[in-house]
């Protein structure tokens, strides 16, 4: 597991009691290794962020933007987030929330085909 700073912890817990619709509806549809067969987690703490979701076997970060994330200074931040997430050799996937609620297959090919080109193997065959 990546390193997180434990201030985040609280603030985690209280983002998962309440997630959005979009949020929801992807969560049921990763949750339970449904992707690939890996474990995605929600509202986990990483370095000094709280990402949406999470899969540590494929090094992937799912973000999921409201449309205050159309807001140039939100684009700004959320640039630098990408960057610095990046920087610790993860993935970074951006999908608004519109498109999870309206588009949630197109949405789950795209994270399964990101997965599948990252997932390593511990214990080759």
């Not at 959320?78 to 519109?98: I, K, P």
């Not at 795209?110 to 997965?115: A, G, N, P, T």
Request: hydrophobic share 35%; charged share 30%; proline share 4%.
């Amino acid at each position: 597991m990546e390193r997180y700073s434990p201030k985040l912890k609280e603030n985690s817990r209280s983002l998962r009691t309440n997630m959005t619709d979009a949020e929801q509806v992807l969560w049921q549809r990763i949750r339970r290794k449904q992707i690939q067969g890996v474990q995605f987690y929600r509202q986990k703490p990483l370095s000094t962020f709280v990402v949406d979701f999470y899969c540590p076997v494929a090094k992937l970060v799912i973000e999921l933007d409201g449309s205050q994330h159309f807001a140039e200074e939100h684009q700004t931040k959320d640039q630098e987030r990408d960057a610095a997430l990046t920087e610790l050799g993860l993935r970074v996937l951006r999908f608004d929330n519109r498109q999870v609620l309206l588009e949630t297959d197109a949405v789950l090919v795209v994270i399964d085909e990101i997965v599948k080109g990252r997932k390593t193997h511990k214990n080759p065959p």
